[in-house]
């Protein structure tokens, strides 16, 4: 994928912000917000020429369910 056709890495902490902010639907944001910050943790494991163990990737590639609120 060409670089321009990315979201740059400011472009996903600004999400993020939106996210913290509550600026996306309750119950979305805690979600996109866990999606992101493990990619970014994946990213900076193969950045430091590593392999996730076992353990490690199962915790990146899994988001926990939020617990549901009272809307």
Do not use: H
């Amino acid at each position: 994928m060409k670089k321009e056709n990315r979201v740059s890495r400011e472009e996903l902490a600004a999400i993020i912000k939106r996210a913290e902010g509550r600026t996306l639907q309750k119950r979305d944001y805690p979600i996109v917000t866990a999606i992101i910050k493990k990619t970014f943790a994946l990213q900076q494991i193969y950045r430091e020429g590593r392999e996730p163990s076992d353990e490690e990737l199962e915790d990146l590639l899994t988001v926990p369910r939020p617990e549901k609120s009272d809307e």
